[in-house]
């Protein structure tokens, strides 16, 4: 019985020496800590003298409130460990993207809190308040604020102008038709270090490759799938399998993008998986691309930023992960508000301008959707690749 006993209380000691919360060999400093904010521990505490940290390891944290942490340390040639417990607090405000001049049709009945798109970097639904008069069955011109509130009580506040009209006016205005030329985007862009190519789908129908290529084009980025409704199946591009064989024969670099709605990791994941047994086995000399972009629609899909990014994520390291490049396909506007951590993919950027002044670092920069190129039948996105 003795033998027993002794053996438990040394188990107990020893796992108490293991991992104790309340011993002053480690402190945490008394500071809140940012969600989603990337901290080295050896910043966050102090140690006592003659303790030596075993790893300075970089802590995230994802959630609001009290954050557990177990860190190792070196105690009189001893590893030690010891649970710290920080606070987590969120202090961004929801953010508004989108217009916020409005008009909608007499006896409107649907939620105006959805005629703007919100969202937040925490929450998957801020809190939408709206203040000021408005008479949904009169028309008129209303002048709204919209008080958009997160968990954290962080406000965003904007002012939107509510047209009611008994029937949306019609534009008979002709306007006149802008082209950009291939040739002149070559002459100004090609250098040493670029390349100049286009992108296609279904949309250029059947394409000329031996014309777009003797034009001088070097690549192309090709829709390889597009999925059409949330939670929905993905389908072939109508004119993948052509443009990617066609493509290649006239000696053009191809890669490949997929239009994706997807709203979870692993719907993303998945996605990935079919891309890759989509292609086969077929090489690329560009990256796969995941191509998110149905923002009009961001308030239905009950995501955070950090959701978004997270699902970006995880189709571009799957994809990696069986062995082709990934890469993000968005807009100026988006890579600067709400893709985080964007530099650690490749980046392909859409600024329809003839001058970019997006900051961070891309890959392929789509410069226009109204390109004009031998080979295709109306308007191309024409793209600089960069070496």
């Known amino acids: 019985m003795k033998i027993v ?16 919360i309340n011993n002053n060999d480690v402190l945490s400093k008394n500071t809140d800590l940012l969600v989603y904010e990337s901290y080295e521990i050896d910043n966050l505490i102090t140690l006592k003298e003659g303790i030596t940290l075993e790893n300075n390891d970089v802590f995230i944290p994802k959630k609001i409130g009290e954050n557990k942490y177990t860190i190792k340390y070196k105690k009189d040639n001893k590893i030690k460990e010891k649970e710290l417990i920080f606070n987590v607090v969120d202090n961004t405000p929801p953010k508004v993207f989108g217009g916020t001049n409005k008009t909608v049709l007499l ?4 939620d105006l809190c959805d005629l703007i798109v919100y969202g937040d970097n925490y929450d998957k639904k801020p809190k939408c308040e709206i203040t000021g008069e408005y008479d949904l069955q009169k028309e008129g011109t209303y002048k709204l604020l919209y008080k958009l509130t997160d968990q954290s009580n962080n406000l965003k506040e904007v002012n ?36 100049i190519g286009i992108d296609v789908s279904k949309w250029q129908g059947n394409i000329d490759f031996e014309k777009v290529a003797s034009a001088n084009a070097s690549f192309v980025m090709i829709r390889i799938g597009v999925q059409t409704k949330q939670n929905g199946e993905l389908s072939l591009d109508k004119y993948y399998l052509e443009n990617i064989k066609k493509a290649k024969e ?12 997807a709203t979870s990791e692993k719907e993303a994941i998945d996605h990935a998986d079919w891309v890759v047994n989509e292609l086969n ?23 955070s930023f950090y959701d978004i990014n997270n699902i970006a994520n995880s189709f571009i390291k799957r994809v990696e992960e069986k062995g082709y490049k990934g890469m993000l396909y968005s807009s100026k506007f988006y890579l600067e508000n709400i893709w985080e951590n964007k530099n650690n993919n490749t980046v392909w950027l859409a600024h329809y301008t003839t001058k970019t002044n997006y900051q961070d670092s891309y890959m392929i920069w789509q ?16 793209d600089i690749l960069y070496k």
């Open 367 to 382: 410069l226009c959707n109204n390109g004009k190129i031998d080979g295709i039948n109306g308007d191309v996105d024409i």
């Open 160 to 195: 939107v102008t509510l047209n009611i009209v008994k029937e949306y006016k019609k534009n008979n205005t002709p306007t006149e038709k802008k082209v950009t030329n291939f040739s002149e985007v070559y002459k100004e862009h090609k250098k040493e270090n670029t390349e």
């Open 5 to 20: 006993l002794i053996i438990i209380l040394s188990l107990f000691v020893s796992s108490c020496e293991k991992k104790e």
């Open 281 to 303: 086995g077929e090489a690329l000399d560009l990256p796969i691309t995941f191509d998110w972009e149905n923002w009009s629609k961001w308030n239905s899909y009950n995501m």
């Open 250 to 261: 006239a000696g053009l670099k191809v890669g490949v993008y997929l239009y994706s709605i």
């Open 107 to 110: 006896n409107y009945d649907k």
